[in-house]
């Protein structure tokens, strides 16, 4: 997996093949090892990508609605510590993520994610 923004560029190297976890389908469960590799820094060791796909739901965005699938994703560091935790809302037919849910159950739960979406000039 690669990323490339305003932070910079980020590759995310998995250990095993990530193809048999998809399509993704409610109730999957998968724990995936990978490295991070970022410009100019050295690796920290491993982390492990805890995927929890939690069931369906229905996100609308703008004047559409979607249905999505709620995929509870937990990165935890060589140690075993957390650092990263979130319920990202992924749309199959769209093949992409709209939004992603933070502190889930709590007072302080939050919902980051696109407020449009327009498609692509040709």
Do not use: H, W
């Not at 050295?42 to 999505?68: A, H, M, R």
């Amino acid at each position: 997996m690669f990323r490339d923004s305003e932070t910079g560029q980020l590759a995310m190297i998995p250990f095993s093949d990530l193809r048999k976890l998809f399509p993704l389908k409610a109730g999957a469960k998968s724990k995936t090892v990978f490295v991070r590799l970022a410009a100019n820094k050295q690796p920290k060791g491993t982390e492990t990508l805890e995927i929890n796909v939690k069931g369906k739901e229905t996100f609308s965005l703008g004047d559409c609605k979607y249905n999505v699938l709620a995929v509870r994703q937990t990165i935890k560091s060589e140690a075993g510590k957390t650092q990263d935790e979130f319920t990202a809302l992924y749309a199959p037919d769209l093949q992409a993520v709209l939004a992603r849910r933070y502190d889930e159950g709590t007072n302080a739960e939050s919902v980051v994610g696109y407020e449009v979406i327009k498609p692509l000039p040709n």
